[in-house]
Nanobody, 118 residues
């Protein structure tokens, strides 16, 4: 079993910054993908940023140039630096990991709330 523990999030004014962190622990051979999704009230969960082993990082168009995903393979962690935050970034943010252990399994964190408001 793999656990994803998230930290960060909170309330910030428009234009501000926040940093989300996620650490994976447990029995695993390899993390194939790791990143963040978000879900706003009444909307579907959507990709924010995803690191794919051997293939780089994908970002949602809405966050390109503002958000940066950093992954540490040695520590099994991924951080999301969010700058120039907008009210439309308000959502619950979920850490995501696709893990080989050795079978392929998908894991989600418990979610952390990000609220952008003046």
């Amino acid at each position: 079993q793999v656990q994803l523990v998230e930290s960060g999030g909170g309330l910030v004014q428009p234009g501000g910054s926040l940093r989300l962190s996620c650490a994976a622990s447990g029995r695993m051979f390899r993390i194939n993908r790791m990143g963040w999704y978000r879900q706003a009230p009444g909307k579907q969960r959507e990709l924010v940023a995803l690191s794919i082993s051997g293939a780089g990082t994908n970002y949602a168009d809405s966050v390109k140039g503002r958000f940066t995903l950093s992954r540490d393979n040695a520590k099994n962690t991924v951080d999301l630096q969010m700058n120039s935050l907008k009210p439309q970034d308000t959502a619950a943010y979920y850490c995501y990991a696709l893990v080989s252990s050795p079978s392929l399994n998908l894991y989600w964190g418990q979610g952390t709330q990000v609220t952008v408001s003046s």
